[in-house]
Antibody, heavy 125, light 107 residues
Framework: QVTLKESGPGILQPSQTLSLTCTFS??????????VGWIRQPSGKGLEWLAN???????YYNPSLKNRLTISKDTSNNQAFLKITNVDTADTATYYC?????????????????WGQGTLVTVSS | DIQMTQSPASLSASLGETVTIECLAS??????LAWYQQKPGKSPQLLIY???SLQDGVPSRFSGSESGTQYSLEINSLQSEDAATYFC?????????FGAGTKLELK
């Protein structure tokens, strides 16, 4: 059974760095072809993909935020991480981590088959 | 980035009816389209990938189709539990992009 769970600070101030953790089970990020992504959703709005990390530590970022994003992983502890620097109120959202759908499409722009419950992050002074 | 234009933004239907939600891609995405269902306060759940492949465990009343750059999600025999917001996502090229969503309400 695949599960993912996000954790984060809940609230932080503008200009701070947001650090998010995704703890997962039921698969390994050391498996050839495996990948995990981060997606966010402001309340009542649509979904925005942020970044993917792959089993071989290859990384893909959304160009609109690339300079502010850092994705990483800890394979031995089944965790993935996302950092967003210099946050603003526009970064207030629920942040999801998700596992890619197909390990056969190596590093492809994949769909997301399993999602965590999400963690709400509020940026406010 | 590939733009996904989803319509309608909302719709209301009765139990047992059939509804169709559409997504128009700004360029050819070669059937690389997924559909998700999201209920209030919950995370999105995958319904369909590759335009028409049903994810394991998803009821067969959900189906996907395509015509050129237009993609459709059809829900047959609406059930009460189908009330949700539905999103499309292209998985052809980075960055993956989503439609704005369609809120389905049951009368």
């Amino acid at each position: 059974q695949v599960t993912l769970k996000e954790s984060g600070p809940g609230i932080l101030q503008p200009s701070q760095t947001l650090s998010l953790t995704c703890t997962f089970s039921g698969f390994s990020l050391s498996t050839y072809g495996m990948g995990v992504g981060w997606i966010r959703q402001p309340s009542g709005k649509g979904l925005e993909w942020l970044a993917n990390i792959w089993w071989d530590d290859d990384k893909y970022y959304n160009p609109s935020l690339k300079n502010r994003l850092t994705i990483s992983k800890d394979t031995s502890n089944n965790q993935a991480f996302l950092k967003i620097t210099n946050v603003d109120t526009a970064d207030t959202a629920t942040y999801y981590c998700a596992r890619i759908g197909s390990i056969l499409r190596i590093r492809s722009c994949n769909w997301f088959a399993y999602w965590g419950q999400g963690t709400l992050v509020t940026v406010s002074s | 980035d590939i733009q996904m234009t989803q319509s309608p933004a909302s719709l209301s239907a009765s139990l047992g009816e059939t509804v169709t939600i559409e997504c128009l891609a700004s360029e050819d995405i070669y059937s690389n389209l997924a559909w998700y269902q999201q209920k209030p306060g919950k995370s999105p759940q995958l319904l369909i990938y590759d335009a028409s492949s049903l994810q394991d465990g998803v009821p067969s009343r959900f189906s996907g189709s395509e015509s050129g750059t237009q993609y459709s999600l059809e829900i047959n025999s609406l059930q009460s539990e189908d009330a949700a917001t539905y999103f499309c996502q292209q998985h052809h090229d980075y960055p993956p992009t989503f439609g704005a969503g369609t809120k389905l309400e049951l009368k």
